[in-house]
């Protein structure tokens, strides 16, 4: 069994139950005098289906104004932005399928590392050598990199501290969407395959999206405002989760 990192400890650890298989959780990692404020949404893939959102090509025209307006649109009880793009282009990098939808072509050879894909309404993140490209596949996004594969934290180049966003699973039908605060990819590599981080969610695989300006998260709320750490940024897409229509 891989040794877990002992080192980083969640503080003020807040988990709100915003409906049946869907939570809020909110923490602060702290390892020696380094500080990373995280916000999640914990959900079962078993009680809701994710979705991609296309934005548009045009950015200075978009689908949606914001993240939220998205979600909300499309009947979502959290999200977060999604893949990696060209602003200049107006093209995401790699394959975006939405809603059974392609746009740009399959690179089996691009330099990212993972899909995140619904297949026959089952979510897995699959490493890109092993995937498969074929109509069953009604929403995907390719992304890198790895954070965390087969339970063991990946170490990706970079110093560079950053606004974070990513998706993880324990492998089975728990799946986080989760925003970081200025931390390194190695940092937030750390913090989810630590020992406190796997005492409140097992993390199995674990993959980087776009970050930076673009990195946004909203979890509807109960009873009060929504939780929404906004991104500064128009971007091309969105994941999104909604209720699976005969659990409504």
Aim: aromatic share 8%; net charge positive.
């Amino acid at each position: 069994m891989e040794a877990r990192d002992l080192s980083w400890k969640l503080k003020n650890v807040s988990r709100q139950p915003i409906e049946k298989g869907l939570d809020q959780v909110q923490f602060t990692a702290r390892k020696n005098d380094t500080q990373v404020r995280l916000a999640l949404a914990f959900f079962r893939a078993t009680d809701f289906e994710l979705i991609v959102i296309d934005n548009g090509r045009d950015l200075s025209r978009p689908r949606y104004a914001s993240l939220a307006r998205a979600l909300m649109d499309q009947g979502c009880v959290a999200g977060m932005n999604g893949s990696f793009f060209s602003r200049e282009e107006g093209k995401p990098k790699g394959l975006v399928v939405a809603d059974g939808k392609r746009m740009d072509s399959f690179d089996p050879h691009a330099l990212l590392d993972a899909c995140l894909v619904v297949r026959e309404g089952k979510l897995s993140l699959v490493p890109i050598d092993t995937f498969r490209l074929d109509d069953k596949v009604t929403q995907l996004l390719q992304s890198n990199p790895w954070l965390v594969h087969k339970g063991v934290a990946a170490s990706p180049e970079g110093e560079r501290r950053s606004l974070r966003t990513f998706v993880a699973t324990d492998g089975e039908s728990g799946w986080i969407l989760g925003h970081a605060r200025h931390c390194t990819l190695r940092e937030l590599a750390g913090i989810l395959a630590s020992e406190d981080f796997q005492k409140i969610h097992p993390v199995q695989d674990a993959i980087n999206l776009d970050g930076g300006s673009s990195s946004g998260l909203w979890i509807r709320g109960v009873g009060s405002s929504p939780l929404y750490w906004k991104e500064s940024t128009t971007v091309l897409n969105f994941i999104g989760i909604r209720r699976i229509p005969e659990l409504k």
